[in-house]
């Protein structure tokens, strides 16, 4: 395994997830060969100094791989305009990356599937973006990994020659779609991915995942995938920035290392078939739906207590 990818990880204010991410990080059996970049983003309000402090504290003391770099910025990004700049950064001096938030799981054979899967694909212009999150699929029928149009943000990889086609400009990116494009791109219609985009333009998110997704759709560019997750969120608990209080994507992560991968550089139908159907069954009958609702009430309101 030469050329190993380096390894970015956006911290903020969660001292406890943060620690999770790395000591599962610690465990991958690349961890020691692999050079780690911690981008920790400055307190937006003075009641998160404090947290952002102890995080601080947290990454300070890492040891376990090639290397540990500390970038600490003094004032706050944001999460979206942080990953931004920390991947085109290391894409820059490595032309490679594997990204990782501060709440995330991983299997110990993450590291080696995104350094396997950067090689096998490197000069495969199609293939723009690996995933290592998966929803819970029926994997009975599925292969071992498979290539697909969404991409994932919840740890990702992806080379410099991808990554020169992020088009952070959300008007560019929204007049290029027509109702046909807006439907593939939505899963026939299955995801809100176009309401993102819309909600992104409005103001009401500041997501860099869904603009990417869509300058990969646009640019007819395809994602690798495992068909069981390597990674696990942690961060639905409410304290993310994006993600309330949901256990609809909680999974188990697969224990094995991923030894397959797909030779035809083209969306697996059967996978592709097999999310959709996850998509439209995700939020489960009415029943379900109003107690997932209650029970995301009932959190809001206590840890506000």
Known sequence: MQNLAPIALFVYNRPQHTERTIKFLQQNELAEQSHLYIFSDGAKTDQDKEKV????????????FKSVKVIESKNNAGLANSVIAGVSQLVEEYDQVIVFEDDLVTSPHTLAYFNDALNRYRK??????????MYPLKTETLPQSFFYRAATSWGWATWGRAWKNFEPNIDLLLKQFDKKKRATFSIDNKMNFWKQMQEFKKGKNNSWAIRWYASIFLKGGITLNPS?????????DGTGVHSGINDIYNVIINPKPITEFPAVIAEDPIAYAAIKNFLIKRKGNMVMRVRRFVKEKLTQYFSKE
């Open 53 to 64: 402090a102890a995080v601080r504290k947290i990454i300070k003391k890492i040891d376990g």
């Open 124 to 133: 495969e212009e199609k293939v723009m973006h690996i995933g290592a999150y």
């Open 228 to 236: 069981q997750s390597l990674v696990n969120n942690i961060g639905h």
